[in-house]
């Protein structure tokens, strides 16, 4: 039975560096000194130093605009009708561009499936068609949406393109995850409410899968719940756009459903054997409790806190974005776990290999 391999990886973010303007915005919302204070320090421990976006922020961090147009302004935030606008405008362009990285040339013609992963907006016909027509895929190929799963989307997507190419051999697989979180900013004086504001950024990542044994061999794929803490992360479709609630117990309840699972998770290999590690850095505790839950050493989640420090949390794409930089440094044969996390409370899983 034929192996699914991770072939290449590429990403992209829009031209908008935006990470201190958001956070100035988000101080003026606030009007209580204590909470303000405590968004401050919440600032200080995140440890993102740069954040992309489709939105442009003011000058005067008063409000920020798409193509020119307001579209958050103190009092008058957009409603969920105008954010779908927007992201069935930004995302195909920004998706073209992440698989455009990947230089397909004429192999662009080979490819025989497409799926595409997203939580941050709906149209219909989709970006699927929309990258179809752009790319110029064959108007046959085989198109699957993964919607509203969160962060962890892209687990699932490459483990639908290991199960496509073990049951077609010849089958070449284009992921690509494109999420526009930005869109999804609430006026609000909720800590909870307003951590999407100093963590979330825009991206899209973009993944050819097949059977060459090329890049990363995906070996097991597994998933864990804990319904217990599923009301810890909430993102539910509002009038004010899609409306996410992060707990500040998530990285508590990540670190117990990975001491609970680590067994099955690893599937007979242990931390020592894995020399390479793709979580998706969901905010720097999450990557905390993770390091301590596997007991790992201060330098093995290296690339998930530089994907974090340089770009955010964009959601499903974060992850690939990791794995990315996994691929480009790894040592032929080096074993290696990819996780990410979102509603639920849900992990997901994969063990791979270096070829």
């Not at 998530?250 to 990975?258: Q, T």
Request: hydrophobic content about 45%; some cysteine; glycine content about 8%.
């Amino acid at each position: 039975m034929s192996v699914a391999h991770i072939n290449k990886i590429a990403t992209a973010v829009p031209p908008h560096q935006v990470h201190k303007a958001f956070i100035e915005f988000q101080r003026q919302i606030l009007t209580d000194p204590r909470k303000r204070s405590i968004f401050d320090r919440l600032v200080q421990m995140g440890q993102i130093e740069k954040r992309f976006s489709c939105v442009v922020p003011s000058e005067d961090h008063l409000g920020a605009s798409i193509n020119g147009e307001v579209f958050y302004a103190p009092g008058n935030f957009p409603s969920t009708g105008q954010r779908m606008r927007q992201y069935e405008i930004e995302a195909p362009i920004l998706a073209e561009r992440a698989v455009a990285q990947l230089e397909l040339g004429a192999a662009k013609d080979e490819i025989t499936h497409l799926i595409v992963t997203s939580c941050t907006g709906f149209s219909a016909p989709g970006v699927d068609l929309e990258l179809v027509s752009r790319l110029g895929l064959n108007p046959g190929v085989e198109r699957t949406i993964v919607g509203f799963m969160g962060c962890y989307a892209a687990i699932n997507a490459l483990k639908l393109a290991h199960h496509i190419v073990r049951s077609e051999p010849s089958a070449k697989v284009l992921v690509v995850s494109i999420e526009l979180c930005t869109l999804h900013f609430q006026e609000t004086q909720e800590l909870e409410e307003m951590m999407p504001f100093l963590l979330f950024a825009d991206g899209a990542a973009a993944a050819l899968i097949s059977g060459e044994q090329k890049g990363l061999s995906m070996e097991r794929f597994y998933a864990t719940v804990m319904p217990e803490a599923a009301d810890q992360m909430a993102w539910h479709i509002r009038d004010f756009g899609f409306d996410m609630v992060l707990s500040t117990r998530i990285p508590a309840s990540v670190g117990e459903a990975i001491n609970r699972a680590a067994e099955a998770i690893l599937n007979g290999w242990t931390t020592k054997d894995i020399e390479l590690w793709a979580v998706h850095p969901g905010g720097r505790a999450i990557l905390d409790a993770v390091e301590g839950a596997f007991r790992l050493p201060i330098d093995a989640l290296a690339a998930s806190r530089q994907t974090l420090k340089d770009f955010g949390n964009m959601s499903s794409a974060t992850v690939l974005f990791v794995l990315k930089s996994v691929l480009e440094n790894a040592r032929s044969g080096a074993k290696g776990c990819a996780m990410s996390f979102g509603p639920g409370l849900t992990a997901e899983t994969m063990l791979f290999k270096a070829v």
